[in-house]
């Protein structure tokens, strides 16, 4: 937010930015808008009050996150949250959430009232957390009604209102590893695979994220959900179009993978960025194993050049881009 060029300089411009680019994203013709969620940042820390506000600007876009530190959530008052913001969107939302990334603070989720159980990692209370919301967003019925309450009940137990029927089929799980893939096949939610992903053979970004593709699709394969899978990749693509393009990012960003360690123990592989002219890109993006491999594509964009030069983006994108490669 501090960068001279930076249109972002409040927590107001930043969501009522994001907002704006999700409208026209819609105009443009994209499928769907996703935002970060990061706590303790100068960032949008809270996804339903925001999924609600684009929810109630668009009409067609899916509206999702990518995604939501489930350390940090009451699994029931979140429930509630989504639920209301997927019902004011018409049903539109795709929520993806997870372990969560390296954090702002240390353990961050102790200030949120959180603690991992007896013999718990951190992560073993994300998937806990999961689970408890997994069923909540479903309807699971499992809360004793008041014999005399103030409004009258339906018979039988209770579940977490308001409801919205067929969220569940939307949930999606930010996996960093091949076994995280799996354990999202094994509970019904589609797969997310950032720009970040464990090391586990030592092979670029996008090789690993198709062997974690091909682990997750095998493994939704031996249940029996009754819906088909989703698979999203990320990625940092510049169409470069224009002199300004020129000056943000040509000869700049990160040209091939990195690998280093981003907590103890967790040593990562950290994806390239994509920037080149459209023909140059379009080469780069057609060896990109894991794209053609997924269904959905994430690009991520600097939100902090503001909303018109975004949508400048977005549009270099689907109109040089896109159609050589087969995008829809």
Do not use: C
């Given at each position: 937010m501090d960068h001279p060029d930076s249109a972002v300089r409040s927590a107001s411009d930043a969501l009522l930015q994001s907002v704006e680019l999700a409208e026209a994203a819609e105009e443009l013709g994209a499928d769907g808008a996703y935002f970060r969620v990061h706590h303790f940042a100068r960032q949008l820390g809270t996804p339903a009050p925001l999924l609600a506000a684009v929810g109630a600007r668009t009409r067609r876009i899916e509206i999702g996150t990518g995604v939501v530190d489930m350390r940090?959530?009451?699994?029931?008052?979140?429930?509630?949250?989504?639920?209301?913001?997927?019902?004011?969107?018409?049903?539109?939302?795709?929520?993806?959430?997870?372990?969560?990334?390296?954090?702002?603070?240390?353990?961050?989720?102790?200030?949120?009232?959180?603690?991992?159980?007896?013999?718990?990692?951190?992560?073993?209370?994300?998937?806990?957390h999961t689970e408890v919301f997994l069923r909540a967003v479903e309807g699971a019925a499992f809360a004793e009604p008041n014999p005399r309450p103030?409004?009258?009940?339906?018979?039988?137990?209770?579940?977490?209102?308001?409801?919205?029927?067929?969220?569940?089929?939307?949930?999606?799980?930010?996996?960093?590893?091949?076994?995280?893939?799996?354990?999202?096949?094994?509970?019904?939610?589609?797969?997310?695979?950032?720009?970040?992903?464990?090391d586990e053979s030592g092979e670029p970004l996008h090789v690993q994220q198709r062997r974690q593709i091909e682990a997750f699709r095998e493994e939704w394969a031996r249940h029996d959900h009754g819906f088909a899978p989703r698979v999203s990749v990320s990625r940092s693509i510049v169409a470069i179009t224009?002199?300004?393009?020129?000056?943000?990012?040509?000869?700049?960003?990160?040209?091939?993978?990195?690998?280093?360690?981003?907590?103890?123990?967790?040593?990562?592989?950290?994806?390239?960025?994509?920037?080149?002219?459209?023909e140059e890109l379009i080469e780069q993006l057609r060896a990109d194993e894991a794209i053609r491999a997924a269904d959905t594509l994430l690009v991520t964009v600097p939100t902090q050049l503001g909303v018109d030069y975004n949508a400048h983006l977005l549009e270099s994108i689907l109109t040089h881009v896109a159609p050589e490669l087969g995008w829809r």
């Open positions: 940090y959530a009451n699994p029931l008052g979140f429930a509630e949250d989504i639920a209301a913001a997927d019902l004011l969107a018409g049903g539109r939302v795709q929520l993806g959430v997870s372990r969560g990334s390296p954090e702002q603070v240390i353990d961050g989720w102790r200030y949120f009232g959180f603690r991992p159980g007896e013999g718990e990692t951190d992560a073993d209370m994300a998937r806990r103030m409004f009258p009940n339906p018979p039988g137990l209770l579940r977490i209102e308001p409801h919205s029927e067929g969220l569940r089929k939307r949930i999606w799980w930010g996996a960093a590893s091949d076994a995280t893939a799996r354990w999202a096949a094994s509970t019904g939610m589609h797969l997310m695979s950032s720009t970040l992903k464990a224009s002199d300004a393009d020129r000056r943000y990012f040509l000869g700049g960003g990160q040209r091939g993978d990195q690998f280093g360690d981003i907590e103890p123990g967790l040593r990562a592989v950290f994806g390239r960025s994509y920037a080149a002219e459209p």
